[in-house]
């Protein structure tokens, strides 16, 4: 029974389109993340929502919007694809309000090919 | 911000062998963290580490919370080809600071 789950795992689209990335988690964790690894493999944190609050939001383009449903589901919509947004996105989720003495637990990854 | 080193970006080593990867701050951190990543996979977290000296194992891996709270090192004892993948440091400041990722160290391993 996969903990952070996230779909989809492959995703390949064109330049200016519009596309979601999932993520849900059966934890009971009240804290969700979004990650973005480049090709050098950085991990580099996108946003953080408590409980449906957002609670950290990195500079991140405004093209980037997530939304959190409830406190199991992090979604992340990306408007208008660029070539530079092509990276490998990791949903995370922790217990507690931030990261604090709580270890991450991350999905599989999705990746996503802009072309 | 806070930054954490790891070098060198990548290592290869021989199956049997043991290996140490150091990841080093000028900034004071309370909490260590090592995460693996596999191909195609998330990172998943192998050890915590707490307390300024602590050290800590978890079968073949051992890891320490430097003294100075600047550093931590993770060793691998006796090497498997499953040994491969990314290793990452992560370290948080206090308790309601973002985690903090490093770079990550490339481990190869020869069979």
């Known amino acids: 029974d996969t903990a952070v789950s996230q779909t989809p795992k492959y995703l390949v689209t064109q330049m200016g389109n519009d596309k979601s990335i999932k993520c849900e988690q059966n934890l009971g964790h009240d804290t969700m993340y979004w990650y973005k690894q480049d090709s050098k493999k950085f991990l580099k944190i996108m946003f953080s929502?408590?409980?449906?609050?957002?609670?950290i939001n990195e500079t991140v383009p405004n093209r980037f919007s997530p939304k959190s449903p409830d406190k199991a589901h992090l979604n992340l919509h990306i408007n208008s694809l660029e070539l530079g947004d092509s990276a490998v996105y990791f949903c995370a989720s922790s217990q507690g309000r931030a990261s604090g003495a709580n270890v991450l637990t991350f999905g599989a990854g999705s990746r996503l090919t802009v072309l | 911000g806070q930054q954490l080193n790891q070098s060198p970006q990548s290592m290869f080593i021989q199956e049997g062998e043991d290996v140490s990867m150091n990841c080093t701050s000028s900034s004071i951190f309370n909490t260590w963290l090592w995460y693996k990543q596999d191909p195609g996979e998330g990172p998943v977290l192998l050890i915590a580490l707490y307390k300024a000296g602590e050290l800590t194992s978890n079968g073949r891996l051992t890891a320490q919370f430097g003294i100075t709270r600047k550093d931590s090192f993770l060793n691998i004892s006796a090497s498997i080809p499953s040994d491969v993948g990314i290793y990452f440091c992560?370290?948080?400041?206090?308790?309601?600071?973002?985690?903090?990722f490093g770079k990550g160290i490339t481990l190869s391993v020869r069979p």
């Open positions: 929502y408590n409980n449906k609050e957002l609670i």
């Open positions: 992560a370290g948080l400041t206090g308790a309601n600071s973002k985690l903090t």
